[in-house]
């Protein structure tokens, strides 16, 4: 944490998450999910973009298993991944 | 200016003397008034012009009066009204790391994600000297763009024998990084409770707005650090949470 002692320079203030704190997952109820989405970063060397669906796979984990507040997942950013392929094409035209 | 004067006297005179016929002595007294007249009329100009002055000064001092007075409103009212202004300025700015306005949930549903710029983003996990949870990241980094959606996870464990409460924060190097860095969901500011032995996973499900692209300031910005803190939490503690209310 940054010590703000010195007066102007600039200092991070924390913000509070948009949906709040996930629960915490106490019986490993999604950890299959997790070690698939664990797997696949080590496999594709680290790249977000290539796991999604496992991201997208793990939170529909924890939303069937009440560790997080159910909501339709284009709300989560997971649009692209809805869409059926033929509308997926327009998605990638997008710049 | 004294042409007319001596023009009035000289018809005065031409008048006189049909007097003069009659009063000699009266003549003798225009004369005699004449100098006398002038300087009657000369002052009467004089104070008239005097009287004109001080009136003419008397208006300008109080117009100018009601110049300053106005203006001396005007400047109290415009402090009065500096503060909500300054506020939404900073706002609109995010100038004191004040939170940048337009942050809402909308934006995760419709932003579309800039696949050119892939940041670099490193995981630290720290916690308080007295605390005794194991607590790590579970990769070390991640590559994430813009306006994409990211998972990432942390590991606890409460080696002890008795349940601890443990309640974390979050920093983000480079600070001016900080204001596009969004958590939607997390497991910050709040107790988290770890039983003896446990192990849990804690995920981290966060994005980078696609305005970071946009930022000059961050054109050289490749890696962000996202940093947590675990501190114990006593039974029945409240922390101040940053603009996060309890339930």
Redesign the interface.
Known sequence: ??TAMNFGS?????????????P???F?EC?AF?EK??KC?RDN?????MC?LQ?KD??ECRMDHQL?AKEPL??????DLMDPPPNQSDGDS?? | MLLPLLLRQAAACRAAPKMLLHHPAEHHFLRRRLPPRLHAQSRNRKSKSGQQQQDEWRTRNKTALTYIAAAGVGMIGLSYAAVPLYRLYCQASGLG???VAG?D?DQ??T???V?ERIIKVTFNADRHASMQWNFKP??T?????PG????A?YRAKNPTDKPIIGIS?????P??A?QYF?????????E????PH?E????V?F?IDPEFDEDPRMARVDTITLSY?FFEAKEGQKLP????SYN
């Open positions: 944490m940054s600039k200092s991070f203030t924390p913000r509070p998450p948009e949906k709040g704190a996930f915490l997952d106490h490993g950890k997790k989405f664990m970063l060397n680290f790249d977000n973009s999604r991201s793990y939170l997080m284009s709300k989560l950013g997971f649009r997008k710049p | 790391g004040t939170a942050h949930v995760v549903e932003m579309t994600p696949k579970q990769q980094e991640i590559f994430v763009v994409e959606t990211a998972l996870f924060t979050y920093n983000v190097v600070f001016e900080g969004n958590k939607i969901q997390c497991f910050c500011f709040e988290q409770r770890l039983n446990e849990v996973d804690m995920p499900f994005y803190t949470l940053p603009g996060y």
